[in-house]
Structure formats: C-alpha cells, structure tokens
C-alpha cells in the first residue's frame, strides 16, 4: 500500500459539555497540526498516488471552514463535544468526500484509504482513519457531518 501525507495546521476556540471534561467545559482555545494521509494500492502511470498540489489545497481549503472559529458556533458542530478525536473524524468525512467527488483529480478518485490525524501537542494526538466509500458514522452521526 502507497501512502502520502500532507499538513496544516489550525486555530479554533470550543467547550465541551459534560462533568468528565472539567474546565474544558469552559470556551477555550487549541492548535491543531493535521495530517492527511492518503492511500492507494497503486501509482498511476507518473508513478504518483495523488497530486499532492490538489491535495494540500483541498485539506486547506476545508480547514478554513474551522480555522480560526468558536465551533459551538458552526451550524454542523454545534451542540456537539468536537473533541480531538471526533474533529479527525469530521474532517475525513470532509476529504472522503472531496475525493470521491472528483476534487482531488483523478489520482484522488483512486485513493482507497484515508486517516487524518490531529496532533494536539507533541505527546498527544487522536486519529481517524477509514476507507473510502464506507459508510462511517458515529453515534448517529455520518463522517460527512450529517445525522445518519
């Protein structure tokens, strides 16, 4: 299997809801690094797996829909603990379907698996990872951030 990985990172303000989290239930702030990793049991004939151009824009392109907002205020987040782990799932829901709908070129239509990772600090990060054309969901919730 042939993988490549892009980054970015982002700012964003939360609060998550719930006794177990604390004073994270107060609104505060976190910076995320988030790895792409996209997966494919081949190369296409430039011997590449995906456009790693395209790939960096896309995963920046949906970062700023998060980047720099309280995302208790996000019709699609609201109401919901948007912990580490569940905002990896939510942007692979975001990738998954950009690369299935062609948005990623034809190399992406190609990508078989994908994990996205969001490192919080050096000692702690959360991952998602999934393949493409699944069905994934969580409590109810699809990958692309709407009720299942």
Same mark, same amino acid.
């Given at each position: 299997?042939?993988?490549? *990985?892009?980054?970015?990172?982002?700012?964003? =303000?939360?609060?998550? #809801?719930?006794?177990?989290?604390?004073?994270? #239930?107060?609104?505060? $702030? =976190?910076?995320?690094?988030?790895?792409?990793?996209?997966?494919a049991p #081949?190369? @296409?004939?430039?011997?590449?797996?995906?456009?790693?151009?395209?790939?960096? *824009? &896309?995963?920046?392109?949906?970062? @700023?829909?998060?980047?720099?907002?309280?995302? @208790? &205020?996000?019709?699609?987040? =609201? =109401?919901?603990?948007? *912990?580490?782990?569940?905002?990896?799932?939510?942007?692979?829901?975001?990738?998954?379907a950009s690369? %299935?709908?062609?948005?990623?070129?034809?190399?992406?239509?190609?990508? *078989? $698996?994908?994990?996205?990772?969001?490192?919080?600090?050096?000692?702690?990060?959360?991952?998602?990872? /999934? %393949?493409? /054309?699944?069905?994934? #969901?969580? &409590?109810g919730h699809?990958?692309? /951030? $709407?009720?299942?």
């Amino acid at each position: 299997m042939f993988s490549l *990985t892009v980054c970015d990172h982002i700012m964003i =303000a939360h609060s998550f #809801q719930g006794e177990e989290f604390g004073p994270a #239930q107060r609104l505060h $702030g =976190a910076t995320y690094a988030v790895e792409a990793e996209f997966r494919a049991p #081949q190369l @296409d004939r430039l011997n590449l797996l995906i456009d790693i151009g395209l790939a960096k *824009t &896309e995963l920046r392109r949906i970062l @700023d829909s998060i980047d720099y907002h309280n995302l @208790d &205020e996000l019709p699609a987040l =609201a =109401a919901r603990n948007t *912990t580490t782990e569940y905002m990896a799932f939510h942007i692979f829901g975001l990738l998954a379907a950009s690369l %299935r709908s062609g948005g990623m070129g034809a190399g992406g239509l190609a990508v *078989t $698996g994908l994990k996205v990772l969001l490192r919080e600090s050096p000692v702690a990060w959360a991952a998602y990872e /999934g %393949r493409i /054309g699944e069905d994934s #969901q969580i &409590e109810g919730h699809s990958a692309e /951030g $709407g009720a299942g």
